[in-house]
């Protein structure tokens, strides 16, 4: 076929077994999105109100289907409102295909209208990014940032394509969908090596983070941690990885993580690190972390190894493709007086669960689980609904928790959802509050014009809660502009939009008007006061270890 490169690139991308992208038109990506006017019965277009929110919607549709999310922009300030969309993709090893319409090669460094060096902007949060000066070299181009999005550590990849090479035609021929490179097992010396040093440990402890999900190695996972017979917990990125009730998972450890998970990491001898970063959220001062723990840690990214902590092995290799062929190495045993351990610190635990009446953070979060199916999505934005959320939400099935990790992202959760909906060909749910709401907010409008089911639920306190935790704690609570006391009626707000929506202050409102949004077609806003001073706890002190915790208020 002699065609254009627009044509090109929509054949290509179809090629590939995309049939959803978001995005937004604007002058130079305009052939391109005549491609796609042709091409409309074949592949669905969701037009969200922000760049932003393109990337944010292709990011919860990755994280829930395991797919590439694929977005389109045009060049300039549609080129960099993708920014902050990318870098929260990066930094949480998402897959994605960023297509940017940039002006004609001719008016490269001319300083043109709309013109931006976006590769050169996106080069630091970008797994690679591309700049195709030819028609020839586009379709190739395609195919091979697929194969770079999906493959090793997952990652966001940029392609620009100017505007005249669009327009160009050469002879395409279209091929198979491209394979991502065969997950490898790290070396067998090093899994003989750490085999060694796991069956020598008295207390070993399954720590994972987001590279156990997007491995899919749940399975593994569990097989090993019942040949050691021992504990389990996660990074934020790793929720959803095994199911929440697993009598063996402890929930999420760090920062503000469940007390038995990170008492009961503090006390292990060697810790199985699963495609996990080590961030200061999870370690605080890292010379006080594990001084008494060996780490052996398998990652797919060999920069990570011994990046944050010291690990005694490191392997570097996928996460399931790895423990397959070091399990079979493991000596089964029985570990009652470490899981008696474990039993202790979880007993002790629930002394410091917030078990008060009416609508508090945690009511509101086990409300929310009984109305989440098993396919269920939950998406958050950032801040301490967030962490309410990883603390207490029930997950069933992989892949089902889309939030801000590394990037801390307020705004991101609205357009996740929306992708993520789309992902799963179900209702999915938002976790959020009224700072991060108001941040992208404008995303209601795309939920309503494609009747997205996603249902809202703002943990409203009229303030910016993480801050003013944080202010509370360590700044002598001086609330510098951290009280939002906004005059926005959410209720309100979702209507204007076309959306349904109402006010709850008990718990019991808040079930009734879950089961309204699960009965609705469309979004649905649930507007749920809580007191301004609600803490997350526990609480890591900055700069401090895990026998610091804060675990109640210090008045």
Same mark, same amino acid.
Not at 274 to 278: A, D, E, T
Not at 545 to 551: A, P, R, V
């Given at each position: 076929m002699f065609i254009s490169g627009a044509d090109i690139l929509v054949n290509t991308l179809m090629e590939q077994g995309c049939d959803i992208v978001f995005g937004y038109p604007g002058g130079q990506i305009l052939s391109v999105y005549d491609s796609l006017y &042709?091409? @409309?019965n074949e592949m669905k277009h969701i037009l969200t109100s922000h760049e932003q929110g393109a990337v944010h919607a292709a990011d919860g549709y990755a994280r829930t289907t395991g797919k590439t999310g694929v977005v389109i922009a045009t060049s300039g300030p549609g080129a960099t409102n993708l920014v902050t969309g990318i870098a929260t993709a990066y930094l949480d090893s998402i897959p994605m295909v960023l297509i940017c319409g940039n002006v004609p090669t001719t008016q490269i460094g001319t300083d043109s209208f709309q013109e931006i060096d976006i590769t050169g902007i996106t080069l630091p949060i970008t797994k690679h990014n591309y700049f195709v000066g @030819? !028609?020839?070299e586009l379709a190739d181009t395609v195919r091979e940032a697929f194969v770079l999005a999906a493959s090793g550590r997952p990652g966001p990849v940029l392609i620009d394509i100017p505007k005249d090479v669009q327009q160009a035609k050469c002879e395409y021929e279209p091929k198979p969908p491209v394979e991502k490179e065969e997950p490898r097992a790290a070396k067998d010396i090093r899994i003989s090596e750490a085999a060694g040093i796991i069956n020598e440990a008295k207390r070993p402890f399954i720590y994972f983070g987001g590279g156990a999900v997007s491995s899919g190695a749940r399975d593994d996972l569990l097989v090993l941690a019942e040949k050691l017979d021992c504990?389990?917990?996660c990074s934020m990125m790793g929720l959803s990885a095994v199911p929440t009730d697993h009598p063996r998972f402890l929930g999420m450890q760090g920062m503000h993580g469940r007390f038995a998970a990170s008492k009961t990491m503090e006390n292990a001898d060697v810790i199985i690190a %699963?495609? !996990? @970063?080590?961030s200061d959220r999870s370690t605080g001062n890292r010379a006080k972390f594990a001084i008494n723990s060996k780490i052996v840690q398998i990652d797919a990214d060999g920069s990570e190894l011994n990046k944050n902590v010291t690990a005694i092995c490191g392997m570097r290799g996928d996460v399931k493709a790895t423990l397959q062929k070091l399990i079979p190495l493991i000596n089964e045993r029985t570990n009652p007086e470490w899981m008696d351990k474990a039993a202790s610190f979880r007993k002790e635990e629930e002394k410091y669960l917030d078990r008060r009446d009416g609508l508090t953070p945690r009511r509101a979060i086990l409300t929310v689980n009984r109305h989440l199916g098993e396919n269920t999505a939950v998406c958050t934005d950032v801040g301490q609904h967030q962490m309410w959320a990883a603390q207490h939400l029930v997950f069933r099935s992989p892949g089902r928790f889309a939030s801000s990790g590394g990037l801390g992202t307020m705004g991101y959760g609205l357009g996740a959802a929306i992708g993520a909906a789309f992902g799963t060909k179900e209702r999915s749910v938002l976790i959020t509050g009224d700072g991060s709401f108001g941040m992208c907010l404008n995303e209601l409008a795309t939920a309503v014009t494609y009747n997205v089911? !996603? &249902?809202v639920v703002i943990m409203n306190n009229g303030v910016l809660g993480m801050v003013r935790q944080w202010q509370t704690f360590f700044y002598d609570k001086h609330y510098s /502009? *951290? !009280?939002?006391?906004r005059k926005t009626d959410f209720t309100a707000l979702a209507k204007a939009f076309g959306a349904d929506g109402e006010r709850v202050s008990t718990p019991e409102e808040l079930d009734s008007a879950l089961s309204k949004a699960a009965a609705s077609d469309g979004p649905y806003v649930i507007d749920c006061v809580i007191d301004k001073d609600e803490l997350v706890l526990p609480m890591l002190p900055p700069n401090g *270890?895990? *026998?610091? %915790?804060? &675990? =109640? /208020? @210090? =008045?």
């Open positions: &042709t091409h @409309r @030819r !028609v020839e504990p389990i917990a %699963l495609g !996990v @970063r080590f089911p !996603v &249902t /502009n *951290s !009280v939002l006391d *270890s895990m *026998s610091e %915790l804060i &675990t =109640k /208020n @210090r =008045k």
